[in-house]
């Protein structure tokens, strides 16, 4: 059986070559319907890939902020951080209270600084980045160390004034810059500290007592609550789900939603589009294709019979149209990756100044022309059965018959 394929292959494979304008007809054929489809599809792919991934790195689209305030205890955090799909939380304080006073020996400016508790797995900071740590480290905005002329490693006056008993107070803390964070994590003057530092200041302010800085007041509160907290989603997916349950909780929050849903409807939508215009083409090709190797078997009904003759028999001709019609896939899928390449590349030459340094507007991937292969592959032999079927009904009679 082996022997009478391989025979089969190379007759089919030589008749190929040997009719080599309508061969080439055929894979020009193929590539005029699966090049476009490879650039219209890499123009989606590339266009709404970028957008999905942009709201995918960028932590801002993962924040959950909730509407007002409220009173959030320590427990009632720690359940919602042990959720699957919450990747980091921290709480928040006052706003009023959450500001310092911040001087520099290499400034003359003082800058107030509004300050966000930080902790480990901060979408905001770079994994790599220093925490600020304890009660004298702080990670800067960028806004804020180009004010106050600041490297990592500098010594900062931290200063903040209250009026308790009747008197009016003010401390000064020397604080560390252990880091600078990206532009795009903070565009206002800003500084990430850790919470103990964050609620020793509420403490300050609000008149209680912060024994390790040596700030007297009031005994603290034991019981203390939030009113407020800064939380991220694992990832963009969970930010619905989320949304959802504070809802049930009858806790307001502010998303990005909306901006999400948008860009997968659109994700969704343009997917559908594409499929219907490649389901149409592809069917429409593999009956063109069909067709002609219909008509092919029919010119060549002399040349099989006596194939059948010489004693190959009808599932080896059936084989016959299939092999020619896998060459034709396989060539015109490379034609129209050549295309397609060539297509690409001015595309993206086009738009490189609108577009940030290693992005693309059209691209596909390694699995994608895998994709285009098999399913260029699968149409050619569906459309080669017919040709099969035909070729399957020529009898060895009819060699005999124009001898």
């Given at each position: 059986m082996a022997g009478s394929w391989s025979k089969v292959f190379r007759l089919a494979s030589r008749d190929y070559v040997h009719e080599w304008l309508m061969s080439g007809c055929f894979v020009l054929a193929l590539a005029a319907v699966l090049g476009p489809m490879m650039v219209l599809f890499g123009l989606k792919f590339g266009i709404v890939g970028a957008m999905v991934d942009e709201l995918i790195e960028n932590p801002l689209n993962r924040e959950i902020r909730p509407v007002g305030s409220g009173y959030y205890d320590h427990a009632w955090l720690e359940s919602v951080r042990?959720?699957?799909?919450?990747?980091?939380?921290?709480?928040?304080?006052?706003?009023?209270?959450?500001?310092?006073?911040?001087?520099?020996?290499?400034?003359?400016?003082?800058?107030?600084?509004?300050?966000?508790?930080?902790?480990?797995?901060?979408?905001?900071?770079?994994?790599?980045?220093?925490?600020?740590?304890?009660?004298?480290?702080?990670?800067?905005?960028?806004?804020?160390?180009?004010?106050?002329?600041?490297?990592?490693?500098?010594?900062?006056?931290?200063?903040l004034a209250r009026r308790f008993r009747g008197q009016q107070e003010r401390v000064h803390?020397?604080?560390?810059?252990?880091?600078?964070?990206?532009?795009?994590?903070?565009?206002?003057?800003?500084?990430?500290?850790?919470?103990?530092?964050?609620?020793?200041?509420?403490?300050?302010?609000?008149?209680?007592?912060?024994?390790?800085?040596?700030?007297?007041?009031?005994?603290?509160?034991?019981?203390?609550?939030?009113?407020?907290?800064?939380?991220?989603?694992?990832?963009?997916?969970?930010?619905?789900?989320?949304r959802d349950a504070f809802a049930r909780l009858n806790v307001d929050v502010h998303t990005r939603s909306a901006e999400i849903e948008l860009v997968q409807r659109m994700n969704r939508n343009l997917t559908a589009i594409y499929w219907a215009i490649a389901i149409v083409g592809l069917v429409g090709f593999s009956l063109s294709l069909g067709a002609s190797l219909w008509a092919n078997i029919d010119r060549k009904r002399k040349e099989l019979s006596v194939l059948r003759l010489v004693g190959f028999r009808t599932a080896d001709i059936v084989w016959f149209p299939?092999?020619?019609?896998?060459?034709?896939?396989?060539?015109?899928?490379?034609?129209?990756?050549?295309?397609?390449?060539?297509?690409?590349?001015?595309?993206?030459?086009?738009?490189?100044?609108?577009?940030?340094?290693?992005?693309?507007?059209?691209?596909?991937?390694?699995?994608?022309?895998?994709?285009?292969?098999?399913?260029?592959?699968?149409?050619?032999?569906?459309?080669?059965?017919?040709?099969?079927?035909?070729?399957?009904?020529?009898?060895?009679?009819?060699?005999?018959?124009?001898?």
């Open positions: 042990a959720r699957p799909d919450v990747a980091f939380l921290v709480p928040r304080t006052r706003s009023i209270a959450a500001t310092i006073e911040l001087s520099s020996q290499h400034s003359s400016r003082i800058v107030t600084v509004e300050l966000m508790a930080s902790d480990h797995g901060d979408p905001l900071l770079p994994q790599d980045s220093p925490l600020p740590e304890g009660t004298t480290r702080v990670v800067l905005s960028r806004s804020a160390a180009d004010k106050l002329d600041v490297a990592p490693g500098d010594i900062l006056d931290g200063s803390l020397p604080l560390s810059v252990a880091a600078i964070a990206p532009a795009q994590a903070f565009t206002r003057d800003g500084a990430f500290v850790s919470l103990t530092l964050l609620e020793a200041l509420e403490d300050f302010r609000d008149g209680r007592a912060v024994p390790p800085l040596g700030w007297e007041g009031e005994p603290a509160d034991a019981n203390r609550t939030y009113p407020g907290f800064r939380l991220y989603a694992r990832t963009i997916y969970d930010v619905e789900g989320l299939m092999v020619q019609a896998l060459f034709t896939a396989v060539l015109g899928w490379a034609l129209a990756v050549a295309i397609y390449l060539a297509t690409a590349l001015v595309i993206n030459d086009m738009l490189a100044a609108q577009l940030e340094t290693g992005q693309q507007v059209c691209r596909l991937l390694p699995w994608h022309y895998a994709i285009a292969l098999l399913l260029t592959c699968t149409a050619a032999v569906l459309a080669a059965g017919l040709a099969g079927l035909r070729s399957a009904r020529v009898e060895p009679s009819e060699g005999l018959r124009d001898l």
